[in-house]
Nanobody, 120 residues
Framework: QVELVESGGGSVQAGGSLRLSCEASGITSSRLSMGWFRQGPGVERDLVAA????????YYKDDVKGRFTISRDNAKNTVYLQMNSLRPEDTAVYYC?????????????WGQGTQVTVSS
């Protein structure tokens, strides 16, 4: 059974930092990428950052570039999202995502979400 367990959310003041962690277990298919999405109140879930598992290329949403960093620890099977210079508009539930493939079948896994609240 695949599990993505997130941790590290919380409440901070604007300008502060948080580090989110996502520990993956049970993925037996070939991993393509892992990433972090967020969903604020009344808006769609949006990709914030992603990390290719094959060539380690990264993607960042424009408004987090230079503030957020995605990284991984292979030994711990964990992906991190370091968030610096947080803004009130970063407030959202953050979800960890893993994409994998087995033959022609793609798999899309999600964590349960962790709340990040940034106050002004």
């Amino acid at each position: 059974q695949v599990e993505l367990v997130e941790s590290g959310g919380g409440s901070v003041q604007a300008g502060g930092s948080l580090r989110l962690s996502c520990e993956a277990s049970g993925i037996t298919s070939s991993r393509l990428s892992m990433g972090w999405f967020r969903q604020g109140p009344g808006v769609e879930r949006d990709l914030v950052a992603a990390l290719s598992w094959t060539d380690s290329k990264t993607y960042y949403k424009d408004d987090v570039k230079g503030r957020f960093t995605i990284s991984r620890d292979n030994a711990k099977n964990t992906v991190y999202l370091q968030m610096n210079s947080l803004r009130p508009e970063d407030t959202a539930v953050y979800y960890c995502n893993a994409l994998s493939v087995s033959g022609s079948i793609k798999y899309d896994y999600w964590g349960q979400g962790t709340q990040v609240t940034v106050s002004s």
